[in-house]
Structures are given as structure tokens and as C-alpha cells.
């Protein structure tokens, strides 16, 4: 067999392989195509017979060629390899987990490669080869031209933008009815440790940096209340400790409600809502409560006990 048909048909053999590193690289077949046949050019020009390991060299081939694409078409620079201090444990990173096994088991599919594409090109190369193809990193250093140690640091900071990434996903896809009945614990539960003076409980519920925000209609009920001995109502508190200070041992006559839609409570004694709490949401927890008690804006509110 003449050395050129040998070279195609080894080549043949990995096309299969070179196509998915493309793909996976690129985020377009079209692109993809183009890169292994970059590859196989290179091939043919060269003296690649007398290579030890063809598949790993030709893998080699593609990912420099798709990182060159990459970096055309972004047209911008790498991020520093120095790692912040978070990510100075990076090194010692690995895959792993169900979630993220799950992710890659679609490795083809749109949602990865959205995710993908927001990666910086040296963070992708890494990430694709070793995480998805199983390259070790001592060979990654070598298509990108950076250490072991780079190219680990690299791959991890991928994979923590790709397991961030899915987890926003999968949050934003989470059906409005689970969503909703959460938001409802947590209503239930931050009055109740409201009405019961339960301090730790109010903190745990809230962002660490929580805004209280109160109309001039609240302040000025709490000022005739404050009068008859309850805590003073500011018009704005910021941070969770502040704030469960200021809830600690009211909302004995607060009920869950829907505000125009939205889960929230209502200040209703007597049955009739006098003020209402429409909460803003972020990482699980309250992250924000606008107490509102001016009659035309409740007027305006469409209220809905729960």
C-alpha cells in the first residue's frame, strides 16, 4: 500500500473523532468540516507516516486549528492565567457529580454548546479536551502552549462556568409551580418566625445584603404604633441582621397573599389589608421587601389571599 493510501485510510479511521473534537470546539458543523479538512491537508503535506500516534497528533491538529477560529471570531483577547484568589485550589479540580455527568452526556447539545461558546477559546480548548475527550493535560499544555499547571487552572475555571451555567438553566426551566410553592414556604415560614420573635430563623431567610423599603404611609402608621410601644418602622434598612431586627415579633395579623401575582403577604387585621409586603427574590431568599400602606396604591393592587 503506497504511504499516501495508508495516510487516508488512517485518516478515514479518525474522522469520526476529529469531527466531534470540531464540533464540540466550534459550536458549527459547517466550521467543523472545515477544520478536519484544514487537518487532513496538513497531512497530506506532511511526513506524518513515520508518527507514533497519528490520532493524538492529528487531534492536535484540529484543536490548534479551531482555537485559531476561535480567537478570530471572538477577536479578543484570553483571560489571565494568574487565577484570582478564589480560584487558587483550581489545580487540584476534577469532574465530577451527577449533575455535571448528566450534562456532558449530551455533549452535542445545544444547551452545552451555548454554554460553551461563552468561554474564553483557551478555556474552551482545555475544557473540550479534557473534560469531554479525556486528553490529559500534559498534552492540553501542548496544543495551547501553556504548562500542565495553566492548562489544569484553565479547564477548571471552564468547568465551573459550565456547571454554573447548567444550574442557571435548569433553575430558569424549573416549572412556575414549583417555583411558586418554594416562594410560599418561604413566605409562610418568614412570617411565622416574624409573629414568633425568631431572630436566627428571620436571618437565614434573608440575602445577607436585603433592602427594607417603606412608602411614607407605613412609616407613618409605625410612628402612631411606635407610640403605643412597637419598634420604629424606617424608611429603608439595608443587611439581614438589621432588617430581621425590625420584623422580629410583628406581623401577628400579616397574611400569605398573591400581590398582583406575585407571592407576598398583607397586613390585614380585621380582615381588611392595611399594608402589604411584596418581596423580591435572589439565590433562595429574600433579597428584597417594600412595605406598601398608601390606600391608593392598595386600591390599585389586585390581592389575593392564599
Known sequence: MRPSDWLAEQFEHHRGHLRGVAVRMLGSRSEADDAVQEAWLRLARSDAVQVENLGGWLTTVVARVCLDALRARKGRGEEPLEPAQDERDSVADHAGGPEYEALLADSLGSAL????????????LAFVLHDLFGMPFEEVGAVLGHSTVNARQLASRARRRVQGAAAERAQAAQPASIESARRRRMVDAFLAASRNGDFAALVNLLDPQVELRADDAAVSASAVARAQGAPRLPAQV?????????????????????????????????G???????????QGRIAGIEIVADPSRLAAMRIEWL
Open 272 to 282: 381588611e389589608a392595611r399594608a402589604v409586603f411584596v418581596f423580591a427574590w435572589a
Open 238 to 270: 439595608r443587611g439581614a441582621h438589621d432588617v430581621a431586627d425590625i420584623f422580629k415579633g410583628r406581623a401577628h395579623a400579616a397574611r400569605p397573599a398573591r400581590i398582583d401575582g406575585a407571592m407576598g403577604a398583607a397586613w390585614a387585621p380585621g
Open 113 to 124: 454548546l451555548l454554554i460553551l461558546d461563552t468561554l474564553a477559546p483557551a478555556e474552551r
